[in-house]
């Protein structure tokens, strides 16, 4: 996907909830670049315009399920001290 | 290994951050144009539509900086963009960017000439085998008590001495004299020489009778072995025997301190002196065993010589051997001067530092209103702080490249200057220490150096600077207080390095007015020896000498005669003094005194004046009474209340009973050893009276009316003509061996002193920029004076007050500092006190007259301010 597909899909799956500007979407990229967890690709978009591709690498996905486990703790943690209340 | 590659991807966007910026800029561009179609299509029109996409967006130039952040390489982009800037601003004010550039040039430059020679000298280890064991034993000693020592120490794991005599080598077209290290087997191991073709002698071949070996130099197999590979197994003929060559040595080698061509074994080539135990004249180099101190090795060789004397009174009653590194014995003497010439130096650098400081803080006050402007729109302090140093810094590392050529040139002229004792001393050039020294120190001058400037620039407040506009303001007259304290310190550290200049000139002053005791000039000095092979015998020696001098005779237009030892030639004979009728002395306990023996006029061709009696004649020869001629030394130390003339006096330690010499004249003293030591005791003997074997060696003393140079060609032929295998050495001009004797001193002496007139210079470039400064400053003030009536005296008196206030204060200040630090220099001068008051006032008159000249030219310039035009400034 290119940065605009991104943010778009980040809309639409979360359905609007998650309204953040667009822009910080890129500086985010840059981050992952470095770090290796995606990669970027010149391609053609089907309006045949010259656009950036990311896409997951290995890195990436092993950094996601890192991520995705330590998020699930936290929210669990958050919703278990919610319920308590 | 994550890193590694993170690292990578890093540095590929460095190399291509051009690219890296079109790309993310067409990111950003296809994204606002598919969000903008995006909301046209739901109905806006085209403005709204962009005007959504941009907010939806965010501030677009803000996410590609926090993108390029992101990357780490902010610090970089800023310090080529500072450098980019700083270099044209530099370009924009060349004036400015030259006399910064030069100053700190020379004070560098300096710096690093004589940081080559230290590096050189003092940092540079020997080039032995780990030649921080090796020591040497001060006291020369004889090869038995060597040998001695070898079997009875535990602190030294090797060692060897040598004595190096000239001989004749005759295998070329003439017979050349050569110096031959007559060492022992231990010698060559000790320092470690590893030959280029062949072997060192073996201990089994070091004995008495052993085989006819040399090892040779490698300058002598170059010049002399046509540097043949196969050299090893010739034979050579060195003062009339036949030497099988079996080792050359590498280029880089020669021994610590004597000069030898050729090494032969002592006990082979001269079995009877070899023998001798009181025969002291070979120097011994000393490995310590590892983990073995100086002060256990001193101790050891301490227990040593109280078991040699107790076995051998007669010869060692005396005996005491001192050990020092032969590091510290090489560079001794050197290394004082050296340092001193390096604090020197670095007192010329921080004085080119203080201009170079003062000037960028004129430069700084000057910028302050872009500065501020600049700080106004945002730019944070630490960024302006950085951008100034950047700047300085900037200025520091041309300065130092430049200093680089300068001291380049000035090595070359070290190199030209140095002293006969710095001269072995090889390897002083630029290397990367020395490179690295350069770096650091430039780096250093300016990030110290353009802090100040820096810190004034940045404490600028916004609001109340712009609300000046350049009027002068705190920050300026801060400024200018710095000025004035770094001007005073330059003052006094000019003041300082002109004392210690001026103490070094009036000591080579004296030193250079020491009467020798001789007259120097015109006369020519040649050495002489005989082969032991054909003149052992003493009658043989004397033929020579007589006939020899008889046909120089002959030569038209000059005096000949010869001297066992010249003066200032290095060498020295001493012998121990009996004087009749005097209560008897301990064996060994007799003084000590130089002995020379003489033939022909020498005292009339010397212009030696006599005293008291009379000279030598034909008459005082073999078979005739003994005669001594004496030196006022000795009459001062020994017949401070008597008449000399007619008393008896021998040798101590002669064997059978004593030879006695009637004292026949006394004579002026001799400047034997150099100019800035002290006379000793000497007695001058004829030569025809000579028992002593080995003085088989003299000098000639040729006095000419005109020194021609076909006059030595004439005097070799002569020389010749009476025995063709004899070789001819040492040929110098009396002037000549004075000015090498005062040569360090004249080293030192030039080095300071050109140290000093750079201080000065650089001194009072600073303190007519200091006070051309405040004078511009005070242009309005001056012109409001003047209007009121004030004479132009009066504007001159009030600048000229400014300047010799600061003048004051920075030679009150020097001559404190001096009078610290000229005591470190003591050791250098010759007969001069380091408090030496006259040149302490003659140097603040010095300052003090330059100082005001410096202030002068501002004063008149603005004695000639026109009110009108000044008023009208503002």
Redesign the interface.
């Known amino acids: 996907m290119?940065?605009?597909e991104i943010?778009n899909s980040i809309q639409r799956i979360s359905a609007n909830v998650l309204q953040v500007?667009?822009?910080?979407l890129?500086?985010a990229?840059?981050?992952m670049?470095?770090?290796?967890w995606v990669t970027a690709e010149?391609g053609t978009t089907a309006g045949n315009?010259?656009?950036?591709y990311y896409k997951l690498t290995a890195a990436g996905r092993k950094q996601l399920a890192v991520e995705m486990s330590q998020f699930e703790r936290v929210i669990g943690a958050i919703t278990r001290v919610i319920e308590a209340v | 290994m994550?890193w590694l590659?993170?690292l990578a991807?890093?540095l590929s966007m460095l190399m291509h951050r051009r690219q890296f910026d079109a790309?993310?800029e067409?990111?950003?561009r296809?994204?606002l144009a598919?969000?903008q179609e995006e909301q046209f299509e739901s109905g806006m029109t085209a403005d709204e539509a962009r005007a959504a996409a941009r907010r939806?967006?965010?501030?677009?130039t803000?996410?590609?900086e926090?993108?390029?952040?992101?990357?780490g390489w902010e610090w970089f982009e800023n310090m080529a963009q500072d450098v980019r800037y700083g270099a044209r601003m530099l370009r924009k004010s060349p004036g400015f960017t030259a006399v910064a550039i030069l100053t700190l040039a020379l004070g560098i430059g300096a710096n690093t000439a004589i940081f080559s020679v230290i590096n050189g000298v003092l940092l540079s280890p020997l080039p032995y085998k780990n030649p921080k064991q090796l020591v040497v034993i001060k006291e020369h000693d004889s090869l038995p008590n060597v040998m001695d020592i070898q079997r009875q120490t535990r602190a030294f794991s090797q060692g060897g001495g040598i004595n190096v005599e000239p001989m004749d080598y005759t295998g070329g077209t003439e017979p050349v004299q050569v110096l031959v290290g007559r060492v022992d087997a231990g010698f060559l191991e000790t320092l470690g020489v590893q030959p280029v073709l062949g072997r060192i002698i073996s201990p089994g071949e070091d004995v008495q009778g052993g085989p006819r070996l040399a090892m040779v130099s490698n300058h002598f197999w170059q010049n002399y072995l046509g540097s043949d590979p196969h050299a090893v197994g010739n034979t050579i003929q060195l003062g009339g025997n036949s030497y099988t060559v079996i080792g050359v040595m590498p280029a880089s080698f020669a021994p610590p301190v004597e000069h030898a061509d050729v090494f032969v074994s002592l006990w082979v080539d001269d079995p009877g002196g070899a023998a001798e135990r009181d025969l002291h004249f070979m120097h011994t180099y000393w490995r310590v065993k590892e983990g073995v101190t100086l002060a256990q090795a001193q101790a050891d060789m301490a227990a040593i010589d109280r078991r040699l004397a107790e076995q051998y009174p007669a010869e060692e009653k005396e005996r005491k051997s001192h050990l020092v590194p032969l590091h510290e014995w090489l560079v001794g003497d050197v290394r004082s001067a050296l340092l001193v010439l390096f604090g020197a130096v670095g007192l010329v650098l921080l004085i080119a530092c203080a201009n170079f400081a003062s000037l960028l803080m004129m430069r700084a006050l000057a910028e302050r209103q872009e500065l501020v402007i600049r700080a106004a729109l945002g730019a944070g302090r630490g960024r302006l702080i950085r951008k100034t140093l950047t700047e300085s810094a900037l200025l520091s590392v041309f300065g130092g490249a430049a200093g680089l050529l300068f001291a380049k040139w000035g090595t070359s002229m070290l190199l030209a200057l140095r002293p006969e004792n710095l001269a072995r001393l090889n390897g002083i050039h630029i290397d990367t220490r020395v490179l690295l020294f350069v770096l650091v120190v430039s780096l250093l001058t300016g990030i110290a150096f353009g802090m100040a400037p820096a810190w004034i620039a940045a404490r600028a407040d916004v609001a109340e600077a712009l609300k000046e506009s350049g009027r002068s303001t705190t920050a300026s007259t801060m400024g200018h207080s710095i000025r004035r304290i770094l001007v005073i310190s330059e003052l006094a550290v000019a003041l300082v390095l002109l004392v210690g200049a001026g103490l070094l000139i009036k000591g080579f002053s004296r030193l250079r007015s020491v009467n020798p005791g001789f007259n120097s000039s015109g006369v020519i000095t040649m050495y002489l020896q005989l082969p032991e092979t054909r003149y052992g015998k003493i009658p043989r020696q004397t033929q020579f000498r007589r006939e020899l001098l008889t046909r120089l005779d002959t030569v038209p237009g000059v005096q000949v005669a010869m001297v066992s030892d010249i003066p200032l030639g290095g060498n020295y004979v001493g012998h121990r003094l009996v004087i009749d009728g005097r209560p008897p002395v301990a064996v060994g306990g007799e003084p000590l005194v130089q002995t020379l023996s003489v033939m022909g006029d020498y005292f009339h061709v010397m212009q030696i004046p006599l005293r008291a009696g009379r000279e030598f004649t034909p008459l005082d020869r073999e078979g005739q009474p003994r005669v001594a001629i004496v030196n006022e030394e000795i009459v001062r130390e020994f017949f401070p209340h008597e008449d000399p003339i007619g008393v008896r006096i021998c040798w101590a330690g002669d064997v059978g009973p004593p030879r006695w010499m009637t004292v026949i004249g006394v004579v002026a003293d001799v400047k034997h050893s150099g100019l800035n030591q002290p006379t000793d005791p000497a007695v001058y003997t004829p030569f025809s009276q000579n028992d002593e074997r080995w003085r088989r060696f003299m000098t000639l003393a040729i006095r000419a009316r005109d020194a021609s140079p076909g006059l030595v060609e004439e005097v070799k032929k002569q020389i010749w003509s009476l025995d063709g295998q004899i070789p001819v050495s040492d040929v110098h001009a009396m002037d000549e061996l004075i000015a090498v004797s005062l040569a360090q001193q004249r080293f030192n002496m030039l080095l300071l002193g050109l140290f000093a007139a750079l201080a000065l210079i650089l001194a009072a470039v600073g303190i007519y920029g200091a006070i051309s400064y405040s004078a511009t400053q005070r242009t309005h003030e001056i012109g409001i004076r003047t209007a009121l009536g004030a004479q132009r005296r009066d504007v001159l008196r009030l600048v000229m007050r400014d300047g010799a206030k600061i003048a004051f204060l920075g030679i009150a200040f020097g001559i404190a500092g001096a009078l610290a630090l000229t005591r470190l220099m003591a050791s250098l001068l010759f007969e001069v006190k380091p408090t030496d008051p006259a040149t302490f006032t003659g140097v603040a008159i010095l300052l003090a007259l330059v100082a005001l000249a410096a202030c002068y030219i501002p004063a008149r310039r603005a004695m000639r301010v026109d009110p009108m035009v000044a008023l009208r400034y503002e």
């Open positions: 290119h940065g605009y943010a500007e667009e822009g910080s890129y500086p990229l840059q981050r670049l470095i770090k290796g010149w315009r010259r656009a950036r | 994550n590659r993170e991807r890093r790309d993310l067409e990111e950003v296809l994204h598919l969000r939806q967006f965010g501030n677009a803000y996410m590609k926090e993108s390029r952040i992101a990357w």
